[in-house]
């Protein structure tokens, strides 16, 4: 059973650019979690998605920034226009459905995003 | 050696100390409380876990202590491994809505 699969694990952009960050939840989780995390500080939650439906994107910049979470294929956490501030570690989490026992969700080995 | 919390963002020991890491958390509401580890380039690793029913829980090696009236976590990591060098987080979370809060780490340093 792979863990949460993300990629790229690295990721270079210019100011401007597009940035798309996928994120495959381990087999048989359909909770799919975003946190954003800057160098030296703790991870700050983006947003809550299920199976085509977002949940809560409370932590979402209000501009730029979209999730998606299709029926079929990889959670995708989109950054329109980057900027120089969007630098930083990307991470998704999945959890299988809540109240099926542990609240433990698995985290991926994140997105590194650097604007140039 | 003992943290006194997130104002002291390294902890460093010797190889076979036992290590305290703590951390305060914000919501009153919280039910349930994690403690991760990450490695350097790394996701977090999820450690142990705790509801907010219980005041005390053991792992391997670890143990989880809550202070509801004080809302103070700790890890207590016996006999120090190099391995065990890495910057620990504690996040908390409510029932029914997995959107965990982080705290802003703690950097654990084992010497041999």
């Known amino acids: 059973n792979a863990g949460v699969m993300q990629n790229p694990r690295h990721l270079v952009r210019r100011r401007g650019q597009e940035a798309r960050l996928r994120c495959s939840p381990m087999?048989?989780?359909?909770?799919v979690y975003w946190y954003r995390q800057l160098p030296e500080e703790g991870l700050k939650f983006m947003v809550y998605?299920?199976?085509?439906?977002?949940?809560?994107e409370s932590g979402m910049p209000k501009e730029r920034f979209s999730a998606e979470f299709p029926k079929e294929g990889p959670s995708i956490l989109r950054i329109q226009q980057v900027v120089r501030g969007d630098s930083a570690a990307y991470f998704c989490?999945?959890?299988?459905?809540f109240g099926q026992g542990s609240t433990e969700a698995f985290f991926g080995q994140g997105t590194r995003l650097t604007v140039v | 050696g003992e943290s006194v919390g997130l104002h002291l963002p390294t902890l460093s020991v010797q190889e076979g100390d036992n290590s305290i890491i703590n951390c305060a958390y914000s919501?009153?509401?919280?039910?349930?409380f994690i403690w991760y580890k990450q490695e350097s380039g790394k996701g977090p690793q999820f450690i142990i876990d705790?509801?907010?029913?219980?005041d005390k829980r053991q792992g391997q090696r670890v143990t989880v202590l809550l202070n509801k009236t004080v809302k103070h976590l700790s890890l207590q990591i016996a006999a120090t491994q190099p391995g065990d060098s890495a910057v620990y987080f504690c996040?908390?979370?409510?029932?029914?809505?997995?959107?965990?809060?982080f705290g802003t780490g703690t950097r654990l340093l084992v010497s041999p």
């Open positions: 989490a999945s959890s299988p459905t």
């Open positions: 087999k048989g989780h359909s909770h």
């Open positions: 998605l299920q199976k085509e439906n977002i949940i809560d």
């Open positions: 919501n009153s509401a919280s039910d349930y």
């Open positions: 705790i509801r907010s029913n219980m």
């Open positions: 996040a908390e979370g409510y029932t029914g809505f997995q959107k965990l809060v």
